[in-house]
């Protein structure tokens, strides 16, 4: 059975840190790629940032570029998302996800971030 936990998100102040956590299980994890979304109240979900599990390969969307970082541990089976300098314009509910090719397979459940100003 395949399950995606993604952890971490909470109440910070503008300007600070928060790490996201998604831990994998049941995955052949070299045969995906791990992505991050976001969704605010009234929006769209929007991609922010994907790692392919084998290579290393990174991708970001341009409004957290710089501010934000995906990386994984492999002994843990997890990715992780470090956001620094949070925006109130951050607040969204993040979600993981695991890509096989084209296809997004499988999705965590959100975890929620709210930015103060």
């Known amino acids: 059975q395949v399950q995606l936990v993604a952890s971490g998100g909470g109440l910070v102040q503008a300007g600070g840190s928060l790490r996201l956590s998604c831990a994998a299980s049941?995955?052949?994890?070299?045969?995906?790629?791990m992505d991050w979304f976001r969704q605010a109240p009234g929006k769209e979900r929007e991609f922010v940032a994907s790692?392919?599990?084998?290579?290393?390969?990174?991708y970001y969307a341009d409004s957290v570029k710089g501010r934000f970082t995906i990386s994984k541990d492999n002994a843990k089976n997890t990715v992780f998302l470090q956001m620094n300098n949070l925006k109130p314009e951050d607040t969204a509910v993040y979600s993981c996800?695991?890509?096989?090719?084209?296809?997004?397979?499988?999705w965590g459940q959100g975890t929620q971030v709210t930015v103060s100003s």
């Open positions: 049941g995955l052949t994890f070299s045969s995906y790629r």
């Open positions: 996800a695991a890509r096989l090719g084209s296809e997004y397979r499988y």
């Open positions: 790692l392919t599990w084998s290579g290393g390969t990174t």
